[in-house]
């Protein structure tokens, strides 16, 4: 069983960092890839950046290269994105997901971010 909860979204100003996590309570979790998507209010899903199993291989959107770093820990159970020179438009709903490269089976119920002007 695969159950993720995200956090460390919030508010912050242009320019600022965020650090976000993503822990699987599972038991499996270095047995999938691991994914961030976004969603802001009225766009569709956004491939943000997706990380292998080992951690060996990263991928990211184009929005956010140069800018965002994906990583994980096998031993925490947990994923992180680290979000450096935020843009307001980065603001959107932040979702993890495991499963394959770029895609997810399962997902984490989403933490806002909010970047302000």
């Known amino acids: 069983q695969v159950l993720l909860v995200e956090s460390g979204g919030g508010l912050v100003q242009a320019g600022g960092s965020l650090r976000l996590s993503c822990v699987d309570s599972g038991r499996i979790f270095s047995s999938y890839a691991m994914n961030w998507f976004r969603q802001a209010p009225g766009k569709e899903r956004e491939f943000v950046a997706a990380i292998s199993r080992s951690g060996g291989s990263t991928y990211y959107g184009d929005s956010v290269k140069g800018r965002f770093t994906i990583s994980r820990d096998n031993a925490k159970n947990t994923v992180y994105l680290q979000m450096n020179s935020l843009k307001p438009e980065d603001t959107a709903v932040y979702y993890c997901?495991?499963?394959?490269?770029?895609?997810?089976?399962?997902w984490g119920q989403g933490v806002q971010v909010t970047v302000s002007s």
């Open positions: 997901s495991a499963g394959n490269l770029g895609s997810g089976t399962y």
